[in-house]
């Protein structure tokens, strides 16, 4: 501490004479003097003022100087000793104040400029120390604040790589689904024309037939049949070739709907658990589709726990994206190890027996949520069950009530329809069923006898295939429509890709295979009235 600009100065010595003679001469050398006689109150004058320098006799009467100087070097390390004694006149003398701590020592009674000369040395010493400290705070500073740079940018390089990684992860599964949708594509075209026919033929049995066993037989195979039907959907959701028809759905609703259901699917031995959050119901989905797949979800839970356990279905806000709605699927069975995991959502990857098991399941599942604009993820450990969460975009719009009105009537009224289609069964089907209910009805198995037979038919609608080999579709309508602008169209296809669909006819009408006769008429006079 200073007192006007000037340096004080601590002088500690018992005897008058001497600190009187020292107090002088320091003052006459411009240093501020404060005077202690003891050892114990030179100790409480540097712990009340903090002298730069204390001057400091080793005889005291209460306390040595040498205990002193230790004390006060230990607590106050940047306080300079300066010891003074007539008995520094040997070298062991000189070695045991230092040894004490003293920063340097002077014999008394010493010249008036050879103590201010000692002092100022210290001075300089201690303005050196005080630079070195505040260089050393400095840099350890400068390295905290580096260091902690460092650490938030290597933070920042991992929340980065974690993404790619998953970025890569959902590039490689899309790249997957992409080339099943290729396969399964064509696949699904010639199986739901086959399924339109069959469909088509047992809807008109079960109208038609009064006989409870012809009845029992037609159920049986109809629902055979739409089980093939929902077949085909699954592979072409995953493969994100058929376009969802999504809206705004109540998901508790939807999920309570499935109860009774899942109980009959899942079994006695499968405790069925909602907790769904009342305040998050709206999603976009396809309802049916995420039926579907919630239900699929269900049967590997129920598969997982062999003896029984608990499936817990949850509906809450989620806690990673506010524009989404988290629900969640989980199970008290056997877990995935992360290998399982990695490879869970692969189309046909399964871990049953032969024939226990298509593979299709979470497939299908990752699939239709990421079509609707959602996401996936599973967690899961060997022994502690699994979880697996459908991030589904949150709707904003609460999903219609009441009752549906009343469609008008569907039968015809003599309305010539060409009907153009390269499969005979489903031609078939669709051309007796016009003509029953009051079409008149001509039909063509190509493109060119289509365009041939419009010359003489002019039709009030065509009924065309979109997928057809040689001329498509959308290439036969184009032709047509240059000789007849106005000429309403209904496309039928099996091969569902709705994005080649719109992107080559826009919002052209369409019925996709397989569908029943009074889906068929509904869309017929639709297609015709709304025109």
Not at 370 to 392: N, Y
């Amino acid at each position: 501490m200073s007192t006007a600009g000037k340096i004080i100065v601590l002088n500690v010595d018992d005897l008058e004479a001497q600190r009187y003679v020292k107090t002088r001469d320091l003052k006459a050398g411009g240093f501020d003097v404060i005077e202690g006689t003891t050892g114990a109150e030179a100790l409480r004058l540097v712990e009340q003022h903090r002298p730069p320098v204390v001057l400091l006799d080793v005889q005291l009467p209460d306390i040595s100087g040498f205990e002193v100087c230790a004390f006060i070097k230990k607590k106050w390390p940047e306080v300079m000793v300066l010891q003074t004694s007539a008995t520094f006149t040997t070298s062991e003398d000189r070695v045991s104040g230092l040894n004490a701590g003293a920063d340097s020592y002077l014999v008394q009674p010493a010249e008036p400029l050879e103590l201010a000369a000692a002092i100022n040395a210290l001075l300089r010493i201690r303005r050196s120390e005080d630079a070195l400290r505040a260089l050393n705070t400095t840099l350890d500073d400068q390295v905290q604040a580096r260091t902690a740079e460092l650490t938030a940018t290597n933070r920042q390089l991992m929340q980065e790589i974690a993404q790619r990684q998953k970025a890569e992860a959902a590039l490689l599964q899309a790249q997957k689904m992409e080339a099943v949708g290729q396969l399964t594509g064509g696949l699904a075209h010639d199986f739901n024309n086959l399924l339109t026919a069959v469909v088509g033929n047992l809807d008109l049995i079960r109208s038609r037939t009064t006989e409870p066993r012809i009845m029992r037989l037609a159920d049986n195979a109809f629902k055979a049949a739409e089980r093939g039907s929902k077949l085909t959907a699954q592979l072409l959701a995953f493969s994100r070739t058929q376009k969802l028809a999504t809206s705004s759905i109540d998901i508790n609703r939807t999920i309570e709907g499935m109860r009774e259901f899942l109980n009959q699917s899942l079994g006695a031995n499968v405790t069925i658990d909602l907790k769904l959050d009342p305040s998050e119901p709206v999603v976009i989905a396809d309802g049916n589709q995420l039926e579907v797949g919630i239900l699929n979800l269900g049967i590997n839970a129920r598969d997982a726990m062999p003896n029984g356990g608990t499936l817990t279905i949850t509906t809450s806000a989620d806690p990673d994206d506010a524009r989404r709605v988290l629900v969640s699927v989980s199970d008290t069975g056997t877990g995935m190890p992360p290998e399982v995991i990695a490879r869970a959502f692969d189309p046909f990857f399964t871990t049953k027996p032969p024939g226990k098991g298509t593979g299709l399941g979470l497939s299908q599942v990752y699939g239709l949520v990421r079509q609707m604009g959602g996401d996936v993820d599973i967690i899961s450990k060997p022994g502690e069950g699994t979880e697996v969460r459908l991030h589904l975009r949150r709707g904003y719009v609460a999903p219609a009530s009441g009752t549906e009105a009343e469609h008008a009537s569907a039968e015809g009224h003599s309305e010539r329809i060409l009907v153009v289609d390269d499969d005979h069964d489903v031609r078939a089907i669709m051309t007796s069923f016009l003509a029953e209910i009051g079409y008149v009805v001509h039909e063509a198995e190509h493109g060119e006898a289509a365009l041939a037979m419009q010359k003489t038919v002019n039709p009030q609608l065509m009924i065309i295939d979109f997928a057809m080999p040689g001329t498509n579709g959308a290439e036969v309508v184009k032709a047509a429509r240059a000789a007849q602008p106005n000429l309403p169209i209904l496309f039928v296809s099996g091969y569902a890709d709705s994005a080649a669909l719109e992107a080559a006819m826009g919002s052209a009408p369409f019925l996709r295979k397989p569908f029943r006769p009074a889906e068929l008429a509904e869309a017929v006079r639709a297609a015709i009235e709304g025109h």
